[in-house]
């Protein structure tokens, strides 16, 4: 899947991208706030990034990672995780996050999915990671 802006192209993960799968997992200000620690291997990076891959093709996807890269620079921005956990008649659940490149930090973007006005009904849940305050600012930003 690809969408494109004047500015941005968001896009599926790809076998080239491992570096900066891998790069977003360790790096320390991201991953403290992160479900896998600040101390993830390049070879357990690899085997998720090669689970999200199979999943693209499965008829019953379920896991959505997408890149966003800067078209000017050409630089990863932004990943962007919608993860169906179960779904039913009703919907489903699920989890939604984002990180973003630490080159990017302090230029006054919000990361994309933040300023819309919830079209999905979905609701944030901040008690798993409660210490997280800056995201729980940038949310509550509308």
């Known amino acids: 899947m690809e969408l494109r802006t004047e500015r941005l192209r968001l896009r599926d993960y790809a076998d080239e991208d ?3 799968f891998h790069g977003f997992r360790i790096d320390p200000d991201i991953s403290r706030y992160m479900l896998w620690g600040t101390d993830l291997s390049l070879t357990a990076s690899r085997r998720l990034l090669y689970e999200m891959l199979d999943d693209i093709k499965s008829e019953h996807r379920r896991l959505y ?3 966003i890269v800067h078209l000017e620079t050409g630089k990863p921005m932004v990943e962007v995780d919608v ?5 039913n008649a009703h919907g489903g659940t699920g989890y939604l996050g984002y990180f973003l490149n630490r080159s990017f ?3 006054g973007r919000r990361a994309p999915g933040w300023h819309y006005k ?3 009904g979905l609701r944030v849940d901040h008690s798993k990671r409660a210490e997280n305050t800056r995201s ?3 949310a509550q930003v509308s």
């Open 18 to 20: 491992t570096d900066t």
């Open 65 to 67: 990672h997408f890149l």
């Open 83 to 87: 993860n169906v956990i179960m779904k």
């Open 105 to 107: 930090w302090g230029q």
């Open 118 to 120: 919830d079209p999905f």
């Open 136 to 138: 729980v600012q940038t």
